[in-house]
């Protein structure tokens, strides 16, 4: 919805709330016409109803209106001694608009001095629900949001099975734009597994003001831009979402507007330097891991049985020399070079089928694997005496589907680029070459019409050589490099998609998608920070101490206040 749609979309919400109340202002003293004054007649409906002036507020705050419009429905019709059961339910289930026969159709007097207290044991119950749902929204929505590491993207910085605090005020709260959804969850409802919103109406983006910059490097929640599933880890055919009901990812910020970031060798580079990153951040890559006898159990222990990522292959250099091979490599294999001697090239990856396999005369090596190792991992393992040699991987056969898919500008995982990072207000020059890494900002991000003939571009019906970007965008990496899905295959993250900012790990359990059986708590990582500098620390301890000083002071200053 437009702005335009939006204004004529509350006129009729006044006209509907005059219409329905205005006999109700009346016999409670006010004057007709002040049930028809947008927010004016909310002030003064509250006063009516003998409710605190800034509940108003709440009433224009997405979602959390959702939960206050029943709350003022049944308020209002016990303002005029409508406080039966069925009365609650009748003005619940009709939407509000049980109020058009209060107002109309029965003669009701308003109860100035109503009590304001639940009658009863359930009515205090669902009294209190309400309230702290709605108070758990505000907080959830504008402050901190829970959040789990789902996969492996951050290993080892962050671990899946991490239970994170998200700030939403570091970068600034990201006001609701799905207007109709559930409280309290994302995309799906908890047990049944039905969308928990919306679609429509859709209010436009608006970001709080924070109190600081993504900076580069920083550990970023955002919204999935190439998300098109309805539920996390369910595959599906592929739907459209809302921004912010997109599933939340957690990378890296290694590129902010402005830059130029390229990838070499698996390192990022920023304006032609290659990229320091804090010390708490442990990249890990695929390396090489030769042993001096084939892989037993014994040393895949030794190397770390989670750090293995599969064998290697080799090829004769006499059968890659036949007239067909190259093209049936193309077709039929995703194998990438690890390097070659005088007579074989080795190689990771896999084939098409066992047919092309046998036909190449491939063969595994077993005493080359591949492990998934950070850098200092790689130094430790390199020590061990079954160990020949450790080397650092890296893909270099070009592929489609790294970003942004398109055979001309095709790279890998570990190297890609130059690419400028958007800014906002900046204007680049657009042409057939590099339109493929800007064209889903033109369009879906940008809301613009684009059309491509030969090297002439129209944008919105006119004839374009120049661009100028209305956000900012970012480049988001796991530090997982070779086992994380980011920017690298979808491209830039819009400003409007990000959500927040890790800051708290409150709890940590090993083996979370294991089954509860198979939960293990990582008791050094409960109550430490994401952000800062050397080894995390954990202040669980000092919480503990806390809330046992806490609960003695308490035990004895109430046995004190007892005895006097």
């Known amino acids: ?22 006999k109700l202002y009346v016999k409670a003293g006010r004057k007709a016409w002040e049930a028809a004054v947008p927010v004016y007649n909310a002030i003064v409906l509250m006063q009516i109803i003998r409710r605190p002036k800034w509940w108003v507020i709440l009433l224009f705050i997405p979602i959390i209106n959702l939960l206050m419009f029943p709350v003022i429905w049944v308020e209002t019709i016990r303002s005029y001694g409508k406080n039966s059961l069925v009365d609650t339910w009748l003005v619940i289930l ?20 109503r009590s304001l207290h639940p009658t ?29 590491i789902p996969t492996s ?21 990201r006001t609701p734009m799905t207007t109709v959804a559930a409280p309290m969850v994302h995309d799906t409802l908890p047990i049944v597994g039905l969308k928990s919103y919306l679609n429509k109406p859709q209010l436009p983006y608006f970001r709080l003001p924070g109190f600081q910059k993504i900076k580069r490097n920083d550990i970023v ?59 708490r951040a442990k990249p890990m890559f695929f390396h090489v891991v030769t042993t001096k006898n084939a892989l037993d159990n014994n040393v895949l222990n030794a190397l770390g049985r989670k750090n293995f990522t599969g064998y290697t292959i080799r090829i004769p250099k ?22 070659q001697d005088s007579a074989y090239v080795y190689y990771t990856g896999s084939f098409a089928s066992d047919k092309i396999k046998n036909y190449l005369k491939a063969e595994d090596v077993r005493n080359m694997n591949l492990f998934n190792l950070t850098e200092a991992e790689a130094k430790k393992i390199q020590k061990l005496t079954a160990v020949e040699s450790v080397t650092k991987f890296s893909f270099k ?54 059309a491509q003939a030969g090297n002439q571009i129209t944008i919105n019906g006119s004839v374009a050589d120049k661009y100028t970007f209305k956000q900012d965008y970012f480049w988001m990496m796991g530090d997982n490099r070779h ?51 050397g080894e995390p620390v954990s202040y669980l301890k000092y919480f503990l101490l806390i809330l046992v000083a806490y609960f003695a002071f308490d035990y004895f200053r109430k046995k004190k206040k007892k005895t006097n």
Request: glycine share 8%; with cysteine; proline share 5%.
């Open 318 to 339: 006499e059968v890659l020399q036949k007239n067909n091979v190259p093209e049936l490599m193309e077709k039929g294999t995703s194998l990438d070079e690890i390097k």
């Open 120 to 148: 009863t044991g359930l009515g205090e119950w669902v009294s209190s629900i309400v309230f702290a749902i709605v108070a758990a929204t505000f907080v959830h929505t504008y402050f901190i949001q829970p959040y789990v």
């Open 221 to 279: 929640v955002f919204s999935w831009p190439a998300d098109t599933v309805r539920q996390f880890f369910v595959k599906e055919k592929g739907v459209r979402k809302p921004i912010d009901k997109k599933s939340n990812y957690v990378k890296r910020c290694v590129g902010v507007p402005g830059d130029t970031i390229s990838v070499v060798d698996g390192y990022v580079h920023i304006n032609g330097e290659k990229t320091i990153l804090p010390d």
């Open 483 to 533: 086992q994380s899905e980011d920017s690298r295959y979808w491209g830039f993250v819009p400003e409007n998609h990000i959500v927040g900012k890790p800051v708290f790990i409150w709890m940590s359990i090993d083996g979370i998608n294991d089954g509860f059986a198979n939960w293990k708590p990582r008791w050094n990582r409960f109550f430490t920070t994401v952000g800062g500098s």
């Open 94 to 113: 009709t939407l509000g608009f049980y109020i058009y026969y209060v107002n109309y159709a029965l003669d009701v007097k308003y109860i100035e001095d």
């Open 397 to 450: 056969k070009p592929s489609t589907k790294i970003f942004p898919q398109n055979a001309n500008l095709a790279g890998t995982e570990d190297n890609l680029g130059p690419i400028y990072i958007p800014k906002a207000g900046a204007t680049i020059n657009l042409n057939a070459k590099n339109l493929p890494l800007y064209k889903k900002i033109i369009t879906e991000y940008e809301g613009n019409t684009l």
């Open 1 to 22: 919805m437009n702005i335009t749609q939006w204004i004529i979309f509350i006129l009729i919400i006044q006209v509907i709330h005059f219409l329905g109340t205005w």
């Open 153 to 173: 993207s951050l290993e080892k910085t962050l671990l899946v099975g991490d239970f994170l605090f998200v700030s939403k005020f570091h970068y600034g709260a």
